[in-house]
């Protein structure tokens, strides 16, 4: 298990959070705009992954390729609305789908763009998580392995990172 942290950005995230990282998205609705080499494959994972039916996405560009290529189910994204200020990361992601394909159809269906073709899935974890409380965090649990940061970042979310 891996952390990764995405700066997305303020414009970016007040456009898009919206839609995919705090709305659901539906299973059918996704496996309509896949490849059909992919599809059942698809399918089958979130399905089993988001037995409701419904799931959360968040889409990279291609040009960060050289990164997301080392994302792996089971890996950890906090989406970073700004860095600006205090910094705010609202969303945790972990995630529980993603094929080392470009989806622009996809994308452009989620996001009315094709520019963000590299699409993960997952059940967004809200969270109040800003700049300050991110360095204590980071000093505090920086020691550790993924997995118990991973585990001592659940902790620390249930009681309101507050600080």
Not at 9 to 33: Q, Y
Not at 44 to 70: Q, Y
Not at 140 to 155: F, G, M
Request: charged share 20%; hydrophobic share 40%.
């Amino acid at each position: 298990m891996n952390l990764y942290f995405h700066d997305v950005g303020l414009k970016g995230a007040t456009a898009d959070f919206p839609k995919t990282v705090f709305g659901e998205v539906s299973i059918d609705d996704i496996a309509e705009r896949l490849p059909p080499h992919l599809k059942d494959e698809v399918l089958t994972t979130l399905t089993k992954e988001f037995p409701s039916g419904f799931c959360n996405a968040w889409g990279v560009p291609s040009g960060a390729k050289s990164v997301i290529r080392n994302l792996e189910c089971n890996d950890v994204m906090l989406l970073i609305k700004t860095t600006g200020g205090d910094g705010e990361m609202p969303a945790l992601c972990h995630v529980k789908g993603f094929w080392r394909e470009e989806l622009p159809v996809l994308s452009s269906f989620l996001w009315g763009s094709n520019h963000f073709p590299y699409v993960f899935f997952f059940k967004t974890k809200e969270i109040d998580l800003h700049g300050l409380n991110l360095s204590r965090m980071l000093t505090t649990y920086l020691s550790l392995d993924l997995v118990e940061t991973y585990i001592e970042l659940r902790k620390i979310d249930y009681l309101s990172l507050m600080v």
